[in-house]
């Protein structure tokens, strides 16, 4: 069983910095690739960022310039440094990993999300 925790959402000022956390723990072999999603209300979940076990990224053209993904494999922690934040990034912001588990079988895992709020 692999559980995500999330942390750092909340209420920012456009053009503010926030900065998202998420920390997998559970029976896991390895992580492969972890990642932020969003869904804004209304709207569909959408790609963030990605990140790599290799630290190869992967931003969504709305965070590029603005957001940064990184992750520590020795804590199984992937964060989200959000900068220059817009109205508009106003979502549920979502964890999401892809581990390897001791049975040597991918699975894929969300957290609970956590909210985000832009507004002056």
């Known amino acids: 069983q692999v559980q995500l925790v999330e942390s750092g959402g909340g209420l920012a000022q456009p053009g503010g910095p926030l900065r998202l956390s998420c920390a997998a723990s559970?029976?896991?072999?390895?992580?492969?690739?972890m990642g932020w999603y969003r869904q804004a209300p209304g709207k569909q979940r959408e790609l963030v960022a990605t990140i790599t076990s290799g630290g190869s990224t992967n931003y969504a053209d709305s965070a590029k310039g603005r957001f940064t993904i990184s992750r520590d494999n020795a804590k199984n922690t992937v964060d989200l440094q959000m900068n220059s934040l817009k109205p508009e990034d106003t979502a549920v912001y979502y964890c999401?990993?892809?581990?390897?588990?001791?049975?040597?079988?991918?699975?894929?895992?969300w957290g609970q999300g956590t909210l985000v709020t832009v507004s002056s």
């Open positions: 559970g029976r896991i072999f390895s992580i492969r690739d």
């Open positions: 999401n990993t892809q581990v390897v588990l001791w049975d040597y079988r991918y699975r894929e895992f």
